[in-house]
């Protein structure tokens, strides 16, 4: 994706910030509480759950009643539209996250039931451990036979064979056995296989450590019973701005006892839980809706669909002001020529008018910072760019039309859709005047590699994918530079909330407390920083790590830590205890988001690769890097 989000703040007179406030608090928000409730309540509701996604529809059909409901009525509507968009994208991520998290523990479960000790395994089988041992061994080799054929049929007699990592071999050799397991009736095989899959696909002649096996299926026990309190996690409610739902908690727990400690827990935590005091943002999906002009005074201002008698003056960082005049300037270009651009070229894609809660006494929209996001679309910054985006929509446009022509016999509809799109498609190839800059053209085979970790938040490898050889190298130390200094200084503010947190929950305290934005300006700094890198050395995209097994990745580290550390499991488990506190976790998500709005504005690719849980950081960036470019030449 090309598209970015700016932001600026909307200064108003008070009267139209009530009149806002009045409307997306008073109306929209418990419009968007009553959807999210009724479509909890719906007969099908349980069918949408196993399935992990609803009917888009159905949303639509459930707000249709509400439009005349005394509760809702008197919005505009723009402000339903956005309702809609909004319970549709929190239920659609609801779905598909309790899909991922049923998914996860089945195959846990499943796993589980696998998991048996040396000693259940002979038992079972009715034979020895080492004739136990002697079955997997050829079952190892039958794998093996079977996917070293496989692989030659693949690439070909005369094509060059490719390394493969121990950590890529183990993995298909579990696949090839799980898959196997549930297909094979012998009791003797299954336990075999139950045996290599525990044992890492490889067949142990050291004897199992009943206290070690014993922890390790209480770990898988445990994940399981945190998988099932998560597939029960609360249904999306919306936000409760009076506060209700937390008195009548506090009354029930001031009148009552509570009958056990789940029961406690629940109480305490729907207390301690600081709940939004701003309403949900409302979304203008096209540029159409959003109006800009200048004031008397030159300021740029803003005028929403629904809202056209308030106006809003924009207040936004200077790095972002030739994003706003330029929503201006392609507004009064189409205005001038009598609508002979077509608005989908605007630079501007959408909108969302937002309040930033803030601390303070006196009315909430006088307190809190009302804001509007923008999504733009970086191409159509330039001559080049803009001919790209619309060489992408006329190719769409003119097969859309080519299909509609093919159905035959149009009606008055289908002709008039027809005459839309070929008006659409003149006005498209009428572009806006755009400064010319050439766009990025990078080496294909040439990536970096981004590794992130516990100690080290980011690790740079920039490869060639064609041969497997590391141009180059980049700690964190020389991506930083002279900024070194502020990455402890950040650990230290990390380290001093989470003491000032602990000492909150064991006064049963709200502990919630906000962070400074050293951490966002040190993502920044990495993220230029890696950009420029590659444009140094030309590369045609960066390699980022999925963030599904970053848990695992910081887990493996600690825990290699901890066992350089003392081979008593005591003090490793002091040590890694004392690791995490002194180092803390790094916002992951937010870092990437970071670069890769970065390399957006360059014009680089960003690709996903899954990143090797051990080795150093150095090594797991440049196995980054190579499996990214090994996966292309796969699809």
Known sequence: ????????????????????????????????????????????????????????????????????????????????????????????????????????????????????????????????????????????????????????????????????????????LSKNLFESYPKTEDNLTRCAISYLLKNGCKVNDKEEDAKKFAQRRRKLEIQIERLREQLETRIPKGRDLTSAKWLETLVIATHNVPTNEAEAKSWQDSLLRQSSKVPFPVAYETS?????????????????????????????DFRHLHWFQRFLEDQQIKKNSKNQHSSSLFTLRSGRIAWQEEEGKGDPWNVNRLTLYCSVDTRLWTTEGTNQVREEKAEEIAKNITNTKAKGDLNEKQQAHIKRK???????????????KPLYKGQSH?????????????????????????ITYRSIRQLLGDNYKLLNRQRQQKHFLSHQRQIAQMLAAPNQFGESELGEYIDRLLAKEIIAIAQTYSAGSIVLPKLDNMREQVQSEVQAKAEQKSDLIKVQQKYAKQYRVSVHQWSYGRLMA??????????????????????????????????????????
């Open 422 to 436: 070929n008006s659409t498609l003149d006005r498209i190839n009428n572009p806006f005047p755009r400064p010319t």
């Open 594 to 635: 970071n670069i890769h709005s970065s390399a957006v504005k360059a014009g680089i690719v960003i690709e996903e690769s899954k990143q090797p849980i051990r080795g150093s950081p150095q090594e797991k960036a440049k196995e980054l890097a190579i499996a990214a470019y090994h996966s292309r030449k796969i699809n």
């Open 1 to 172: 994706m090309s598209q970015i989000t700016i932001q600026c703040r909307l200064v108003a007179s008070e009267s139209s910030r009530h009149q806002l406030w009045k409307l997306m608090a008073e109306l929209n928000t418990p419009l968007i509480n009553e959807l999210l409730r009724q479509v909890s309540q719906h007969p099908e509701f349980e069918t949408w759950r196993q399935k992990g996604k609803h009917p888009t529809s159905i949303v639509k059909e459930l707000c249709e009643p509400l439009k005349t409901d005394p509760r809702f009525i008197g919005q505009p509507g723009r402000f339903y539209t956005s309702a809609i968009a909004l319970v549709n994208y929190i239920y659609k991520s609801w779905f598909a996250l309790m899909k991922r998290l049923q998914y996860q523990l089945e195959g846990k479960i499943r796993w589980l039931e696998m998991l048996n000790s040396d000693v259940e395994l002979v038992e079972s089988s009715g034979v020895s451990l080492d004739s136990l041992r002697t079955k997997a061994t050829k079952i190892l080799a039958q794998l093996v036979l079977v996917d070293t054929a496989e692989t030659q049929s693949t690439n070909g007699k005369k094509a060059k064979k490719r390394k493969k990592s121990q950590n890529s071999d183990s993995k298909s």
């Open 288 to 316: 159409e809706d959003i109006t800009w002009f200048k004031n008397q005074f030159g300021r740029i201002c803003v005028k929403f669909n629904g809202l056209s008698e308030h106006s809003f003056q924009v207040y936004c």
């Open 446 to 470: 040439i990536l970096v590699g981004v590794s992130l970790g516990l100690e080290k938040p980011a690790t740079l490898a920039v490869v060639d994918g064609t041969t497997g050889q590391v």
